[in-house]
């Protein structure tokens, strides 16, 4: 099981930017799909972005394509999420998650079997 420890959320304005970080400990993170999620108060956890083990697949999802990037780095066992452009709708905790078994990226929470302590990220206009 991998451990994750997300890092970089923030208080910023709308049309700034944040850098997101998740440091992977315990297994092999080239095993896993690595994802973002997040989660804002009363709603459900959304699918935000995911990336192959390879680095050569990204999903992203239609609220946030065009603005954020997910990367990865294989090496150093940390996976970003690069938040450009933010609006207060983006206001949200936001979860690093890790699935060893898919093929492709999931969009579904329930096939990510890692997960980290979450990040809040605050958005105001």
């Known amino acids: 099981q991998v451990q994750l420890v997300e890092s970089g959320g923030g208080s910023v304005q709308a049309g700034d930017s944040l850098n997101l970080s998740c440091a992977a400990s315990?297994?092999?993170?080239?095993?896993?799909?690595m994802a973002w999620f997040r989660q804002a108060p009363g709603k459900e956890r959304e699918f935000v972005a995911g990336i192959s083990r390879n680095t050569l697949s990204v999903f992203y999802a239609d609220s946030v394509k065009g603005r954020f990037t997910i990367s990865r780095d294989n090496d150093k066992n940390t996976v970003r999420l690069q938040m450009n452009s933010l609006r207060p709708e983006d206001t949200s905790i936001y979860y690093c998650a890790a699935d060893a078994r898919s093929a492709f990226i999931p969009t579904s929470r329930g096939m990510y079997g890692s997960w980290g302590q979450g990040t809040q990220v605050t958005v105001s206009s």
């Open positions: 315990g297994s092999s993170f080239i095993n896993y799909v």
